[in-house]
């Protein structure tokens, strides 16, 4: 029986880092995640500055990934890492997500899931080789009213849906800031790190889930368009992709990262025979639903009349927002909540296996790699194919 | 010297229609324009019962457009009509637009232009060969913060455009309105008065329309999907287009009219590489400014910092809300502005000959044409041909 | 059997007024009045200047409000004007109205109703013994969503009602306008012009009708806090008061010209025990009905789910905003419909007599008596008296 | 030198309770505490049950605060807790407040300070005797835009402060809750529980805090109306209060807990000669720059552009929202800097020691007093008395 803190090893997330101060808080507020060991970079003295600066004990900062899951991997049972926490760039995905699983750890990674689709049904082979628990961060599912609005989707409340607008409009690579020392622009606009895609590997697959995540439909074919807005970039900075999902929907895929001016406002709208909803980061803890006849209405977080989906991803009453942090602590709460409750042979509640999984890695990798496909066709609708 | 208010005769806007009386009071709100004669239906009786609500004199009530332009034609100069406002549906656009102004009067006309791209190249002729005044009442481009977004645009404030999204939602044809008694939904619907189009004809060219006036640039080549999403309707009730404009700039298009729950709020967004102008009709008063790395500003009608263009089109003060009825008299009151300055020899100032003119009909009718041959196409991108 | 538009004479509104050219437009905007006469300016060369820019017959463009009453009272009965619309400032209110009412004209009268308490007493009774109709232009109870409020909680919707907020925030008078040639600041600063108070003459008791008129209740003692913000003004610029209404609710009255940055968004919220409503004039066809344990619903002009109330004071579909100037539109309408049906020997509607009329006069002038009279007390609760 | 994270014992917080867990979430988050004793309950039981949930070792888990106190006291340096957390009712914030600090640890305190003002006076003397550190938890100053506004003010940037508007109003006691079994409601509603006043010592009190923080002024003399709306209820439930503060401004503080539909949108709007800020927490990561002739400004945190007290309260990029309990963990983090520089004999940055004192609960508690006796008085205005 596991009656405590699970304890968590962190890859990646060393000086510079974005994403790993993130993945840290989001395992921290709960109190249900321990941070106990980490390779924060591939060079040691950078992992040790970040280890030190995280009062981590000195035995337990690592001078590589590899030297961590090895190590930890003869550590007692009562001392050792529970799991890691992957938060590397794109490239050193994969690698790390296999040798964790294969040493006994289960996985927590960042998105998207691989470099490539290939590696990731590759990694979908090693975690049911390894029955390991895996979670992939798109962030953006782990907020309460994304899940009331899939709820009231699944429960027919809209009627058959027709219509799905999603968007991600960002601004932060207006300029090139990848020539100067800007970390996050370098590596993402950099394609040994990133992959094949740039805007639409990055966000555009966000948006992608999201779509997917609210409507409960699956993308069948695409028609996509992606373009680099400043000169001498070598990935994507913006895409549109023209969708057909299966029960006949259609839908519309906008994500750029040169909408000067914008921050990180993504909004999906899904549209059914008798109304639609709509949600968006700017307002997280509000769910705008739209009737055909009636006044529309605005579901709000932390209020009594939510979905248990909603309502479990909660912590705090109505009014008192929550945000970005508390949606991606979503994720990891219920990541622990189902590796204690099958470790303890107990049967995980729907609300807490329901966080982004392998299928959702492959398919945003599929996504990647069929919009990319389509934008270089002269084709309009291509197939979508895994 | 003409120094009274001009003499306006209206073709359709009978028992029914929605627009007509939209026209009516937009051209009564300025105090400008005087309503002195009418065909509003094909039916007699019912042009009389229109012409009696309105107050018309019996004589001035026509049962036929064409009775009406020769029978004003005869009238004396101090009597006629100067011009006529022609609010029919699209298949009878052209024609009396055309014999209205053989008959030597100006035009006012709903949009789209015409039933076809042909009809509308061939009213141009009409207008470049009559020298008649002829606005075409796109409606948005008449709202005072919409004409500032294209000023800021023009002076360069956001740099070189890249990026344009226009939207169109609406969610009144959800249900098959059409197989009941539903005015509106009925011609709507109907390819012999609609043409070739439906949704992307009727809201679709709007959109078009804004996009194109805000950003300065035109649309060259074009990929479109039309959907029919009710079915058994004969012609598109949601569509998308992905744009491209000269000077680089990419784009996307959406219009639908099967939003469940979505009502009239279009809205464009014009990013270039140092902002971008955000505009909504839900908010019309505001124009959103994003900067790449300063606050965002709300410009506001009717304040003091606004461009010529806006302020002349503004009639009360800031916060005091004026709206849709007061774009549409906008476009009046400068064509009026217009016909009177040129009838007294007279230069009209730019900010009067602001309003849609048969270049925006052209072009209107073409993107009709072309996304309805992009959306039978399998190719990608075709051009935009007229 | 008056079929025909109805024939307005203007009383002030010449150049420099601002709320002249309001009342115009609000007049002529459906079509169901005629501007036939004026005298808008008590200086003739600026009258007949402002009724040549309105096309009026010189003839009936007069030098003063007497001379116009008596001359338009000898017209024959198909030409002189049916009532008169007086724009002028406070002081010359009561005079021009009691003058048209014993002429035989109906009144439209520009808000304050007068200069004084006593004045307002005397005009009803000219009301009482003329049996003129008069109308008082609180424009924001002519706007549909605040009519949709009151019908909500008249059917009992919200339970009983406890609180009541209500704001009028303005920032124009943060300088000392008035000092240079500013004519709004000029004559709403002076005592002479204005009467005993400011701000709370001029906006307080818009928020004061406009509580009252939604909420149903009636205030019955006040504590009053009036303040002068820039040095030197004569009058409040700014003020609060405390409110108690009768049925034991109490509520909150914020009225200010100092608040830089703001423009007129007034606001009222409305609660009662099960609910509240929300409606402010910067979203002015929405209108907010909050639930106690349901999700918030945002009630939208032009929709089919309505009160006739608020449908009748309608023009366009949903999405479509209308504003501020056809809420005061709504006024004149109603009025206009109330007058003819009257003179039919029809009775009139209750949505078309839902117009501002000398009780809000009376209870507006009283109300800004009792905040001077409370501000100027130690005593913190004083009854509100007539 | 303290390298390690600060070590945290709570008093309160057990079963049924709201604030505890939003205590330990905000003192999570940021990884600098460790929660490592508690009494949650005055039942040893509850406190037990609340440890284990906690997974805190049984030793460390406390049947009364006294307890906790004197054994944690006597634990080695290396192992007993830096400092006290304490979220119980207000009638048990002094006692174990002064306790902890004559025992050596420092205190975060959950707001208001007291029982009493007296109490607050006298802990004020403790903490000025013991020299331990303490925290007033006030949320809603822990946000960054709170901060922004008040360095905007500060600045000067407004000019001279005028106006200032300050409310917060709920729903949720709309109906008599506290005759059920509901915990929250059962106290805040009891006198010998809360103290003198319900919902202006409970959410006043906020509103308070936050108008004097962001102003920069201090309350001089107050007008206040405290009401009982709910039958039966033995405390306020609704108020209001007109402010004047030093340097001529003055204000209006509005506090509800019966405005059926209201959530926790506390919103603070502060006038300048020259222009306005506003904040609310339903937006709580936009600040509005309002300016007298110049586009309104939308300040956003997490941008390159905002003081150094706003940045170094932000986690996360623009756009990506925090919330309350990141507003809440700022107080915890900035606690924790100040006490870990000053164990190391380093100056705290201006930055950290900005969270809310013993002055803020002072003038707290006297806020509640004064309110209390100048709704049972006659007079208008008082002063505001410590």
Same sequence: chains 1, 2, 3, 4.
Avoid at 3 to 32: C, Q, T, V, W, Y
Wanted: with cysteine.
């Amino acid at each position: 029986m596991i009656k405590r803190k699970l304890r968590m090893g962190m890859i990646g997330g060393g000086p510079g880092s974005f994403i790993g101060a993130i993945h840290r808080i989001a395992a921290n507020m709960d109190g249900e995640i321990e941070l106990v060991c980490g390779a924060f970079s591939s060079q040691a003295e950078k992992s040790a500055e970040t280890g030190a600066a995280l009062y981590l004990d000195k035995s337990r900062v690592y001078g590589s990934y590899k030297e961590m899951i090895e190590k930890e991997s003869k550590l007692p049972d009562n001392v050792k890492m529970d799991f890691v926490s992957i938060v590397t760039p794109n490239h050193v995905h994969f690698e790390p997500s296999k040798m964790a699983m294969e040493h006994g750890f289960h996985v927590v990674l960042d998105k998207p899931a691989t470099f490539s689709l290939a590696e990731a049904l590759e990694l979908k082979k090693v975690i049911d080789r390894t029955k390991k628990i895996f979670c992939l961060t798109h962030t953006y599912t782990g907020y309460p009213m994304v899940k009331q609005a899939r709820q009231m989707v699944k429960d027919g409340l809209l009627g058959e849906i027709r219509k799905i607008y999603v968007e991600y409009p960002q601004g932060w690579l207006s300029n090139a800031l990848e020539k100067g020392d800007h970390k996050q622009a370098h590596w993402r606009t950099d394609p040994k790190q990133s992959g094949i895609a740039g805007c639409i590997g990055d966000i555009g697959t966000h948006a992608f889930n999201l779509a997917e995540y609210v409507s409960g439909l699956q993308v069948q074919s695409i028609c996509a368009d992606l373009n680099i807005a400043v000169p001498g970039r070598k990935l994507d900075d913006d895409g549109a992709v023209l969708l057909r999902f299966n029960k006949n929907a259609t839908g519309v895929l906008m994500a750029t990262q040169i909408a000067a001016g914008e921050e990180n406002n993504i909004k999906v709208r899904v549209y059914g025979e008798k109304g639609g909803v709509e949600w968006q980061q700017a307002d997280n803890n509000s769910l705008l639903v739209k009737w055909l006849d009636q006044p529309m209405q605005v579901y709000r977080a932390g209020t009594g009349y939510l979905s248990s989906f909603a309502s479990h991803n909660s912590r705090t009453p109505a009014g008192h927002p929550e945000g970005y942090l508390e949606a991606f602590a979503n994720h990891y709460r219920n990541f622990v909540l189902t590796v204690r409750a099958l470790a303890n042979g107990e049967t995980p509640k729907p609300e807490w296996v329901d966080f982004p999984s392998i299928q959702d890695g492959v398919r945003g990798m599929a996504f990647i790699e069929n919009v990319v496909r389509s934008s270089a066709s002269d084709k309009k609708f291509i197939p979508f194919e895994i």
